[in-house]
Structure formats: structure tokens, C-alpha cells
């Protein structure tokens, strides 16, 4: 249980960070969630305004424009890097190549079948009954499944199990990007085990893998407690692809 110092202290962190925050931001935040805009495979279409956007603005050097996708962003941004191609440099942090197969990871390969044919069905009492059961005994499954209904704007665990093979790289679409790219590989990475170097494997563009160890604690996802290692070795690759004169790591 908190102390009532515990509490007054995260209340005040609260209230500067609300006051920290560009209002812009805020007010965007807001409206994602009361909106209940949620993430959509086709990602480009997401993209692509912005960028025509951010090419109104004359500060913005339309020759330099990189694109980063943290967690899911992992699949969001390469999908947009494929089909728009103004961008001049993407990271995949980390990279995902088919966000349903991760999903399917854990499963036994004798269970397999069987469980792709229960998530595929219309109704399945049987699976409902597992995954709240699963939900239950692991808060870390409990907040993926929960979480990753919300943001695909699913009604259920269930619905987002169904949603998620849509989401990958597939059919040639990893291989159309052609940007510069930066995949990151977290080594104890708790959600997308393998799935970094699979998109690594096949991109054709210009690109580079950076291995996040836990020897050096940033093996998490998305190196959660090592964001300044993890920022510090993006930009140096930016500065080497987007740099002057530089040459591109490929």
C-alpha cells in the first residue's frame, strides 16, 4: 500500500507532466481514445497525409525524412515505407514481419492447427474460456490481449487474435520498401522473438541491424530501461544515412 507521502509525490509528477506536455499533443491524445481511432493494417494511409503535411512546412527538408515505429510500429512503419516513398529513412524498433505469427509463437506445434482453427472461427466458447483463463493467471497476457483489442479496435481477446494475421509483411511488401532502414532486435524481447531479423531477411533496400543485449540491459522490448542507449545508436545511424557526404551502412 502507497504512503500518503508516496501518493502526494506521484500526484504533483502527474500535474507537472500535465503541464509539461505541448497541449497540441494533449488535445490529439485525447481525441485518439475518445474517438476510438484504432491502428488499421494499411498504415500508409495514415502516413501519407502527414508527410503531405509536414512538406507544407518550411522548416522541413523534404530530402530528410525519416519515419521511426516503436512496438507495433514495428510492422506500422515498415507498411508505410512501402508504398510511400518520400520518406528517406525508416526505423523499425523493433521490427516485425507478420505481428499474427507472433501472436502464435508460444503455441505447441501439435496444438497449432488446431488452436489457428479456433481463432478463426466465428464463435469458439471453448477458446473465450482458455484466453480468460490465460488472463487470468498472467497479467502481462492480460494486458497484451486486452490492449491489443483496444488498438485494433476489436470486441473482444478473441477478435484481436482473429484481426492480427492481417498485420505482416508479406506478399512482397517487405521487399518493396526501399529507404534506408534500421531494424532493432531487442535479445530478450518478450513479444516479437525472431521477428526483427525474419524482416531483416527480407528487405532488399539499403539496411541494418542493430542487436539490443541484455548484457548492456536493453535486451527489454523496445529497450523500455535503456531509451538513451537505444536513441543514442538511431541517431548515429541517422547522422550516417541522412548526414552530409556520409556514407549509407547497408
Same mark, same amino acid.
Given at each position: 500500500? %502507497? ?33 476510438? @481511432? ?8 495514415? #502516413? ?6 509536414? =512538406?507544407? @512546412? ?6 530528410? +525524412?525519416?519515419? $521511426? ?17 518520400? %520518406?528517406?529513412?525508416? +526505423? ?14 508460444? *503455441?505447441?506445434?501439435?496444438? @497449432?492447427?488446431?488452436? *489457428?482453427?479456433? *481463432?478463426?472461427?466465428?464463435? &469458439? ?9 490465460? $488472463? ?14 483496444? #488498438? $485494433?479496435?476489436? !470486441?473482444?481477446?478473441?477478435?484481436? =487474435? ?14 518493396? +520498401? &526501399?529507404?534506408?532502414? %534500421? ?15 525474419? @524482416? ?9 541491424? +542493430?542487436?539490443?543485449?541484455? !548484457? ?8 523500455? #530501461? ?11 545511424? %541517422? ?8 556514407? *549509407?551502412?547497408?
Amino acid at each position: 500500500m %502507497l504512503t500518503g507521502q508516496a501518493v502526494r509525490a506521484i500526484s504533483k509528477e502527474r500535474q507537472r507532466f500535465k503541464k509539461s506536455v505541448n497541449p497540441w499533443v494533449a488535445r490529439i491524445s485525447i481525441h485518439l481514445h475518445r474517438a476510438g @481511432l484504432t491502428f488499421r493494417p494499411d498504415w500508409e494511409q495514415v #502516413v501519407t497525409p502527414v508527410v503531405d503535411y509536414a =512538406l507544407t @512546412l518550411p522548416e522541413v527538408d523534404r530530402e530528410r +525524412i525519416a519515419l $521511426m515505429g516503436i512496438s507495433l510500429g514495428g510492422y506500422l512503419a515498415p507498411r508505410a515505407a512501402a508504398y510511400e516513398k518520400r %520518406l528517406s529513412a525508416l +526505423i523499425a524498433n523493433d521490427g516485425v514481419y507478420d505481428y499474427g505469427a507472433a501472436q502464435l509463437r508460444t *503455441i505447441p506445434p501439435a496444438q @497449432l492447427e488446431q488452436a *489457428i482453427a479456433a *481463432i478463426k472461427a466465428p464463435e &469458439s466458447a471453448e477458446m473465450d474460456k482458455l484466453l480468460s483463463a490465460i $488472463m487470468r493467471s498472467h497479467p502481462t497476457a492480460d494486458w497484451a490481449l486486452t490492449h491489443g483489442a483496444y #488498438v $485494433m479496435g476489436a !470486441s473482444s481477446p478473441h477478435g484481436y =487474435l482473429k484481426a492480427s494475421p492481417a498485420v505482416h509483411l508479406r506478399d512482397g511488401v517487405a521487399e518493396a +520498401i &526501399s529507404c534506408p532502414t %534500421l531494424v532493432c532486435q531487442a535479445e530478450g524481447d518478450l513479444f516479437f522473438k525472431g521477428q526483427p531479423r525474419e @524482416l531483416f531477411d527480407h528487405l532488399t533496400c539499403a539496411k541494418a541491424l +542493430i542487436r539490443f543485449t541484455d !548484457s548492456e540491459d536493453a535486451g527489454a522490448h523496445c529497450q523500455v #530501461v535503456a531509451a538513451r542507449l537505444a536513441l543514442g545508436r538511431m541517431y548515429d545511424w %541517422l547522422d550516417e544515412v541522412l548526414g552530409r557526404g556520409r556514407k *549509407i551502412t547497408t
